[in-house]
């Protein structure tokens, strides 16, 4: 039963728009959230992250909304560069002794198109 | 942002064959992880460790082992390599308590023939 999931497995959005990823959970432990990004042949590299006391962090073209309510998370980048187009990966973190891990969604593909 | 190396990046090899994935990081990181990523699919976690001489499996089951007898070193180990096997294999690292964000190695394209 995944606890992750990411329902796009691919977007396409124009140069200079904004990218929407989206991002549901189902484990109502999870208290950390985090987006990576990874290229073709590499390791996935750290974006963005919010705790579940907050809705929304935001870093730089990046921002990361948490509604708790929905179990729902996604994360925008504004204005979407060429430079952006790669699988970007939801993560989640659950508190106690399961903290430890991180549980990845499938992943999205994002393409930007110049 | 961590430094966290693997090798080999790469490799092909025959089915029984014995291998072992490098992980290394300079970070000074108690916690190393492996996971298993196969094409369009999730990551999943295959071992971890908190520490020197703690290892702990992971959520999916692996007949890979591994040791962590120094810090910053964290090798995976099949005994018999088999075509089940082939998959990306990724190491990554985090600092203690209240940090949560792992960094990455680039990982290992596993192919077994």
């Known amino acids: 039963d995944q606890q992750v999931k990411q329902n796009s497995p691919s977007l396409s959005v124009q140069e200079g728009r904004i990218s929407i990823l989206n991002c549901d959970y189902t484990?109502?432990?999870?208290?950390?959230f985090l987006w990576y990004k990874k290229y073709p042949a590499e390791g996935p590299t750290f974006l963005i992250s919010i705790s579940s006391i907050k809705d929304k962090n935001e870093d730089g073209r990046f921002t990361v909304f948490l509604n708790k309510s929905a179990k729902h998370l996604s994360l925008h980048i504004v204005p979407s560069q060429p430079g952006d187009s790669a699988v970007y990966f939801c993560a989640a973190s659950a508190r106690g002794f399961g903290n430890e891990k991180l549980t990845f969604g499938t992943g999205t593909r994002l393409t930007i198109i110049p | 942002e961590a430094d966290i190396y693997q090798t080999p990046r790469y490799l092909v090899i025959g089915t029984g064959k014995k291998i072992t994935l490098e992980c290394s990081q300079t970070?000074?990181?108690?916690?190393m992880y492996w996971y298993q990523q196969d094409p369009g699919m999730e990551l999943h976690l295959i071992h971890y460790?908190?520490?020197?001489?703690?290892?702990e499996k992971g959520d999916l089951s692996s007949e890979s082992t591994v040791s962590r007898i120094r810090t910053e070193h964290f090798p995976l180990t099949l005994e018999s390599a088999r075509p089940s096997h082939t998959s990306q294999y990724l190491c990554a690292s985090r600092r203690g308590q209240g940090a949560y964000e792992q960094y990455f190695g680039p990982g290992t394209r596993l192919t077994v023939t």
């Open positions: 970070m000074g990181h108690d916690k």
């Open positions: 460790s908190y520490g020197v001489n703690s290892t």
């Open positions: 484990n109502s432990m999870f208290d950390y």
